[in-house]
Nanobody
Framework: QVQLVESGGGLVRPGESLRLSCAAS????????MGWYRQAPGKQRELVAS???????NYADSVQGRFAASRDNARDSVYLQMNSLQPEDTGVYYC?????????????WGQGIQVTVSS
């Protein structure tokens, strides 16, 4: 059974930092592209950052230069370092595991974790 468990969320003030972690189990972690999505109240879920099996990263324009995704295949974990947080970064953050197409499987999702940026 595949599990993705996020941790590290919370309440911070504007300008502060948080580091989200996602621990994966039940899958061959190293072959998956891992992503971080967020959903703000009343808005659709959006891709924040992704990191491929080879370590290539991609970021939403709104977080470019402030957020950094990384992965540790030895620990089956992916991370999102979030710096200079702003109120518009508030939302539920979800970890996503996107399998190679050749496997013919659907993506997996974590349960989500709340990040609130407020003064």
């Amino acid at each position: 059974q595949v599990q993705l468990v996020e941790s590290g969320g919370g309440l911070v003030r504007p300008g502060e930092s948080l580091r989200l972690s996602c621990a994966a189990s039940g899958l061959t972690f190293s072959i998956y592209t891992m992503g971080w999505y967020r959903q703000a109240p009343g808005k659709q879920r959006e891709l924040v950052a992704s990191i491929t099996r080879g370590g290539n990263t991609n970021y939403a324009d709104s977080v470019q230069g402030r957020f950094a995704a990384s992965r540790d295949n030895a620990r089956d974990s992916v991370y999102l370092q979030m710096n200079s947080l702003q109120p518009e970064d508030t939302g539920v953050y979800y970890c996503n595991a996107d399998p190679p197409r050749i496997l013919g499987k659907s993506a997996y999702w974590g349960q989500g974790i709340q990040v609130t940026v407020s003064s």
